[in-house]
């Protein structure tokens, strides 16, 4: 017996030390890959596109490597300088694909049960792996800077530029993934996860409604879509004016979005906006016959509506019994929609060689966007308020509150979604609810029976099981619930045994509508 003690003992010993060091190797291994993981994949994407537009081309390929390392400092839209001429307005596609793969890689090592330290070092090497990158890019270019026209940009801009885009992807990404984890350690309330939901929602429908103005823009100039492809001459400039009409795709659809809620869109001396159009020099580049060449007078105004539509939408959808919980979450969707559209109009613009500044109005894209949504949602809100079915449903839940409680906190915690609030059950439900069920929606003190809510005002639950129905003070039976007048039910069954019971226990599971169907 101590003999196979000991051995059982080494050998436990010995599996042990042996999943730690596979652990270890993983850890390692999955670290490598999200730090090298994108940057690689974008070097060898890059590798082929470049070495096709070489040979199609015709030029030399001894300099692949100083275009290669431009491009790359072009993803991160570090502005570039060629004989002397900037090109600081970048295409954003490109952008977007690898923060969207720096996010994905991310997400995926900080699964839960991750600790802060574990998750700490998957995005230092999330943000360490392209840094890396980009100090051999600008190695690259300062070395064949003599023979090739692209001049080395500043290395503290091209690090700021590599360190905003990975961090930022990888915050989203950890975030993202992480998120209930967030919400339960900063008490987010259920009007901000409200307001923060319909705030993404707002921002994605915004610039859905750019892309269809882009698409429509480009419908009706067709002929001079055509005009501008034909420009290329050959095959290789026809594919070439096509691909950089779709890089730069998103840049448009963001200046569309920006015109929509108000702000302006300039081209160097020329600028667009929903009531104007002053037109100047532009680059002969397919994609920018979709900006109009005159003005459309009052009928602009109708862009308006989008922006309107938009706001009323999530000032509904935010709406709330307690006129505070309401206001709040307004405020918070229009923090978030505003919040996105700036950091997409950020890397939108720049300076276009001697054309000059070219964009979009960043701070006027941002405060209107926050404009919109949180004038409409208030008045949203007020008239919400102000509505004879609202008024009553407060009247009836107010006897339901504590003298601390508000009534979105009330409504939030019991679980229940009146006929105004279309949420699912759960989807407002503080996730830290010990329980795991629903939490006490009366008035009892002490609720220790860990399924249910008292439905009734005893000062005490003890039954383990569902809750009181009647009014006795003590339920020490240890099934259902009494449904007959006698204060203690003994027979173990759940109803009294002489008959007078006429309801069977609730199911575990069921739901429970603390309003009654008066709602």
Not at 204 to 218: H, N, T, W
Request: charged share 20%.
């Amino acid at each position: 017996m101590p003999r196979e003690s000991l051995s059982a003992r080494l050998r436990q010993v010995r599996q042990a030390t042996r999943a730690q060091r596979m652990g270890s190797e993983g850890s390692a291994r999955e670290l490598i890959l999200v730090a090298f993981g994108v940057p690689v994949v974008t070097l060898m994407v890059l590798v082929v596109c470049v070495l096709a537009v070489l040979l199609m081309s015709g030029g030399d390929v001894s300099g692949i490597a100083s275009v290669i390392s431009a491009c790359w400092l072009a993803i991160h839209q570090v502005p570039l300088t060629m004989n002397g001429v900037t090109l600081g307005v970048l295409p954003m596609l490109p952008t977007l694909l690898v923060a969207a793969g720096t996010a994905g890689f991310a997400s995926s090592a900080s699964r839960v049960g991750r600790s802060p330290s574990e998750v700490a070092a998957i995005a230092a090497a999330a943000v360490g792996g392209p840094l890396v990158i980009t100090a051999m890019a600008l190695a690259v270019l300062m070395d064949g800077s003599a023979d090739m026209p692209v001049t080395a940009p500043n290395a503290l801009l091209a690090f700021g530029c590599t360190i905003a885009l990975h961090g930022l992807a990888t915050a989203a990404g950890v975030a993202w993934r992480r998120r209930r984890d967030l919400a339960a350690q900063t008490s987010v309330t259920a009007a901000d996860r409200r307001g923060f939901r319909f705030g993404l929602l707002a921002a994605v429908a915004l610039l859905a409604a750019g892309s269809l103005l882009v698409l429509v823009r480009l419908l009706l100039s067709f002929s001079e879509v055509g005009h501008l492809i034909a420009g290329g001459y050959r095959f290789d400039g026809y594919l070439g004016l096509t691909v950089l009409s779709i890089l730069y795709l998103p840049n448009a659809i963001v200046g569309a979005t920006a015109v929509l809620v108000g702000a302006d869109v300039h081209i160097g001396a020329m600028s667009v906006d929903l009531l104007s159009v002053r037109t100047g020099p532009m680059p002969p580049v397919p994609l920018l016959a979709a900006l109009p060449d005159a003005d459309h007078g009052m009928l602009g105004i109708v862009g308006f509506a989008v922006p309107v539509a938009v706001a009323g939408y999530v000032g509904w959808r935010c709406r709330s019994l307690d006129p505070i919980a309401h206001v709040r979450a307004v405020g918070v969707a229009g923090a978030v929609a505003a919040s996105i559209v700036v950091l997409l109009a950020w890397p939108a613009g720049g300076r276009l060689g001697e054309i000059g500044e070219t964009g979009v109005n960043a701070a006027a894209a941002g405060v209107f966007t926050l404009g919109w949504i949180v004038v409409v949602g208030l008045i949203v809100a007020l008239i919400y308020g102000c509505l004879p079915s609202t008024r009553r449903a407060r009247l009836e839940a107010a006897p339901h509150l504590d003298e601390n409680d508000d009534l979105d906190t009330w409504f939030d915690d019991s679980g229940f979604d009146d006929d105004y609030v279309v949420d699912s059950w759960y989807e407002d439900v503080d996730e830290t609810d010990p329980d795991g069920i629903r939490s006490d929606a009366d008035t009892d003190e002490i609720d220790v029976d860990g399924i249910g809510f008292n439905a009734v005002t005893d000062e005490t639950d003890v039954d383990g099981a569902e809750f009181d129905a009647d009014g006795d003070e003590t339920d020490s039976d240890s099934a259902g619930f009494d449904a007959g007048t006698d204060e203690t039910d003994v027979d173990g069954i759940g109803f009294d045994a002489d008959g007078t019971a006429e309801t069977a226990p609730r199911p575990r599971g069921a739901k429970s509508d603390p309003l009654g169907s008066q709602m």
